[in-house]
């Protein structure tokens, strides 16, 4: 079974949200088999950031990737996340 990269959305509640701490909490709830493979942010209005995640995770998930936009969302701080990308990796 192949993974996919999943690159997530994470949107802040308002500028005084640390991405850091966002970041590291998501972390902490990622079930068995998921990875951060990398995290980026980017501007996306007069001061605030979006987290940019990119993570690897299993192909044939229960779920899919509805799991993880539901843990994003429910961190403390977050606004909402939303996949905006998704490539199969492996054969």
Do not use: C, Q, W
């Amino acid at each position: 079974m192949a993974d996919v990269m999943v690159v997530l959305k994470v949107f802040p509640e308002g500028d005084e949200t640390d991405l850091d701490v966002v970041s590291k909490k998501l972390l902490d709830k990622l079930p068995e088999g998921y990875k951060l493979v990398r995290k980026e942010t980017e501007p996306i209005a007069f001061g605030l950031n979006a987290l940019v995640l990119y993570i690897s995770m299993p192909e044939r998930t229960e779920g899919g990737t509805d799991t993880l936009e539901e843990l994003a969302s429910s961190i403390e701080g977050v606004s909402h996340a939303e996949v905006v990308g998704i490539t199969r990796l492996g054969f």
